[in-house]
């Protein structure tokens, strides 16, 4: 329960900064809510510590969400050979063809042409990606914030239709890892923008949602 | 004559190679999602959950995304799908119906009120289906999984009909035979037979992953679990048989 409210409050401050984002325009404003931002974040973060203490961190290696930093990522789009399914997400079919994503690295494209026997064909590789539709040939998908129309009638042949920026940013919604119950590897603002999660081994880590 | 035949080969090599490279190419229309999709494609429009806002697209000029509209709700959506002329959008407190009437701009009709979970919803005859699961689901405290049944025959007024606990659920899907919930790891098979009540008729592990999402395909089912995809088949006594898979 005070865990709860510790996030909350995080929560609160990275909406601030989110709004820092926003208001760019007016650097005076800006600044204020830079100085503003910061400071609830180090109240946020003082709040966090002490409830923190109740929770038991393990020393040393462990499984947890670890963020994933703006301009960090390759966002090429590439068809590749085919990958294990490591850490499945969601599904859209198209005809008999599968789509299954790979939670932020992109879609396996299966042929189900033989349910018998479905056939991996490739992965196509979209750092960030974690759902997607189809029309007409062209792949919806996003890569991470970003919404993107891909023309995909030839595989060898992508072609970006569009990219509509940072549409899919949620205000606060990135600072904890999507799902409660997990240790997390603290977000660190000097990195920049946190743009998702991925599960990995971390080590140390400090923070719990 | 042998140089007829080569050519023919070399033609028919040709071909099947262009088919595996391009298996999108022969392609055309729409697709399907799982129910827990957060995208959504129809005739003309790609609708998009972002946080507590529904984005609308339009993509008849050349498949390029021109913005139609926005609409904000009171809390964060999670799952879309279609139902006749109307989304059904889950999210983490409530389901919201929409009506298409401008497909453009969607525009809230009714909302079904329930305790913070996550909550994917399909629908037939004038009943709607939502899992509500508590457990691993952002935000949500330590309510209980639910198989909600909620009657839509007047959309503008929803009325839960019948409520069941499940197990740790996630995606479901509905034909005439039944309504398939991914619970409790595997698959839960009711009957929707009786209108209020989903009778329990089976559950079935696929694999050894947990399921996540179904998408019916004619006389089938693909499954998406932890493990990877399964086709699978199924019996009238809800009993099911992993036809073949894409696993690690």
New interface residues.
Partial sequence: MLM?RCCEKLRYSRTLNNHTHRNLADMKGYKTLVLFSLLAILLGLTSCFETFGEVTFPEGETNGYKPIYANSEDLSIVFEATR???N????????D????NERFKGL?????Q?????Q??GFLRISGAT????????????QYED?L?V??????NIRL??R?EK?????G?NQVP????FYFECVDLSKGTVIGWEMATINNPKCFY | MRKLIYFSLVIAICACADDSANPIGGLSGTGTGGSLASFLVTNNNLYVLAGDELLTYNLENENRLLYTSSLKLPSLLETIAPYENYLFLGSSNAVHFLNRDNPDQPQLISTYQHFTACDPVVAKGSIAYSTIRSTGCRGATSGPDLLDAIDISDISNPRVLYSRFVDAPYGLAINDDFLFVCENGGISVFSTSSTNEPVFVANNKIGDGVAYDIILKDDFLIVVTSEGIFNVTYDLAGNMQILGQITS
């Fill in positions: 709860q294990p399914v490591d499945a997400g969601k599904i859209y079919l198209y005809g063809l599968i789509l299954l396996h494209l299966i042929d189900n033989d349910p018998s026997n479905p991996n064909l759902d997607m539709a189809v029309r007409n040939q062209v792949l919806y998908v996003n919404l129309a023309d995909v009638s030839d595989i060898n239709i569009a509509e549409v899919l940013a949620i205000d919604g999507p799902v409660s119950g």
